[in-house]
């Protein structure tokens, strides 16, 4: 039982490069969410999915570009990084319905950027 | 709109002396509420959420947390501290049904414990 499994977990970019954050889940989840971690901020919302082929922005979504082919991923791109995408990267995914629905996390991915 | 206030960014306890982290929310609607717990350069592990049932609602290792709908709160505590237990504590506020994949967290906790 794999649950969330994101990659890469440790990545350096260059300003200007592009990269893909992979997120998997095999637990069949509809909801599926990107967050980034900096300190003193708590996690903040990137952009969200409740199913497959519906995507929509969360509260910083700029730089950011996000798809929801399968119900199993939900890759979240860097469209050309900047250092202030220096970031610790969450993925998160849940049942729909209950809000008391548990919310499992992946690893994190901790991204450099130069 | 839905907001979580952690009202300490910082907070030292002896080990063995009980622990209060406290966290008050802002919604619109019957909360869901929860309480991460992250370990240093670790992921987040849920220690215990609310969901509209017992309003004391039990955790791991020990915690336990209070829904006061009256105070908007939901402190979380734990009668003994173990070293164990340093981390950074997130709460964490969900969305209604229809926004449920939407978390909203406070900007956290750090737990220091000092022998």
């Known amino acids: 039982n794999a649950g969330v499994t994101q990659t890469p977990k440790f990545q350096v970019l260059k300003t200007g490069q592009s990269m893909t954050l992979q997120c998997a889940q095999d637990?069949?989840?509809?909801?599926m969410s990107w967050y980034r971690q900096d300190p003193g901020m708590g996690l903040r919302l990137i952009h969200y999915s409740v199913g497959a082929g519906i995507t929509d922005q969360g509260e910083v979504p700029n730089g950011y570009n996000v798809s929801r082919s399968t119900t199993e991923d939900f890759p979240l791109r860097l469209l050309s990084a900047a250092p202030s995408q220096t970031s610790v990267y969450f993925c998160a995914s849940s049942n729909r319905g209950s809000s008391g629905n548990t919310i499992y996390f992946g690893e994190g991915s901790w991204l450099t950027v130069v | 709109a839905q907001s979580v206030t952690q009202l300490d960014s910082h907070v030292s306890v002896s080990e063995g002396t009980p622990v209060l982290l406290r966290c008050n929310y802002s919604s619109s609607y019957s909360p869901s509420l929860f309480w991460y717990v992250q370990h240093p350069n670790k992921g987040l592990q849920l220690l215990l959420k609310?969901?509209?049932?017992?309003?004391l609602v039990k955790g791991i290792n020990g915690f336990e947390a209070e829904f006061k709908k009256s105070e908007t709160s939901f402190h979380l505590t734990k009668p003994s501290a173990h070293m164990s237990d340093a981390a950074e504590y997130f709460c964490v506020v969900r969305g209604a049904t229809g926004t449920a994949s939407k978390l909203t967290f406070g900007t956290g906790t750090r737990l220091q414990v000092t022998l």
């Open positions: 637990m069949n989840h509809e909801y």
């Open positions: 609310y969901t509209s049932a017992a309003t």
